[in-house]
């Protein structure tokens, strides 16, 4: 027996969700215990470098599993066709229609709900997949900012670092300073952004809020001056004794990579509220 093990994450114009790509982990969790052969196939879209569907001739395989998501459509019916010597399994499937020939092309299914019959559903594959916990980066850029002139870096600073934190196995989460009461997608107060902040492992920035409120919500910072020469952050670094990256060096993965590194292991209190008594006496002498 060897099983070659599918998904909407296995089609060239399929997509990798979490639940699917966590479903193909757990069904092949479960065949390696069983001591079954199998394969995987990825989308090369998806992982490029790996196995794809072209490179698993059907005469290499005794059985076709389908994992998770709806059984529906040509790219699903093709598998049918491609791999009619083998028998073919669904597991954790939708099934919208029991008629569909993408459903029926199958030997055997193991549904998790079918449609419009109501007689019952199973919990989803993905829940018996082991996970382990990443980092949490909250990445808040800086807009253009025309003052500094010819002196910002801003578009091949963030080039560098977003390069950077692409590669990471950590989960990213762009945050956004701006305020607006309308769109669902940003904070409505600063309340909000800072509670926000506070739930992430680290901040990633070239932003003087995204340093300064990072650093108020007790979470550590990797901060980078988009400006060469500095700028506003490495100013704002300065003033509480945080260090910061230089435009120049926003390349240097090595040095971002020492940089969330220390950051992940060191703790951060809150840096002291500045004082406006000089604001206030200034104020009060002007009456």
């Given at each position: ?7 909407w ?25 069983a ?23 059907p005469?290499?395989y ?5 994992a998770?998501?709806?059984v529906?459509?040509?790219q ?15 597991a ?7 008629e ?23 919990p ?17 850029l800086a ?10 870096r801003?578009?091949?600073v963030?080039d ?18 701006r ?17 926000l ?13 995204g ?5 108020k ?17 490495t ?35 809150p840096?002291?509220?500045p ?10 002498g002007?009456?």
């Amino acid at each position: 027996m060897r099983v070659l093990l599918t998904g909407w994450a296995s089609f060239l114009h399929g997509e990798a969700t979490a639940g699917d790509v966590l479903s193909l982990r757990a069904v092949g969790a479960a065949l390696g215990q069983a001591g079954i052969d199998h394969d995987v196939v990825w989308s090369p879209g998806f992982r490029p470098g790996t196995r794809h569907l072209p490179d698993a001739p059907p005469g290499d395989y005794t059985h076709v599993v389908f994992a998770c998501g709806p059984v529906h459509g040509p790219q699903v019916r093709s598998l049918h066709e491609r791999y009619a010597s083998c028998r073919r399994i669904a597991a954790g499937v939708t099934v919208p229609d029991p008629e569909d020939p993408a459903v029926t092309g199958f030997h055997r299914v193991f549904p998790r709900d079918v449609f419009p019959r109501d007689d019952g559903a199973t919990p989803d594959l993905s829940l018996a997949a082991p996970v382990a916990k990443t980092p949490v980066l909250g990445v808040v850029l800086a807009p253009h900012q025309p003052e500094y002139g010819g002196t910002g870096r801003h578009d091949e600073v963030h080039d560098a670092l977003t390069g950077w934190v692409a590669g990471l196995d950590c989960a990213r989460v762009p945050l956004d300073t701006r305020l607006a009461h309308e769109d669902w997608q940003r904070c409505a107060t600063p309340d909000q952004f800072v509670s926000l902040v506070s739930k992430v492992d680290a901040v990633v920035t070239t932003r003087l809020h995204g340093l300064v409120l990072g650093l108020k919500a007790g979470v550590p910072v990797v901060a980078v001056d988009p400006v060469a020469g500095g700028g506003k952050v490495t100013a704002q670094a300065k003033a509480l004794g945080w260090p910061v990256v230089a435009a120049e060096d926003a390349g240097d993965a090595a040095l971002l990579d020492a940089r969330l590194k220390w950051c992940l292991s060191t703790a951060v209190a809150p840096p002291p509220a500045p004082s406006l008594t000089g604001l206030l006496d200034e104020l009060a002498g002007s009456r």
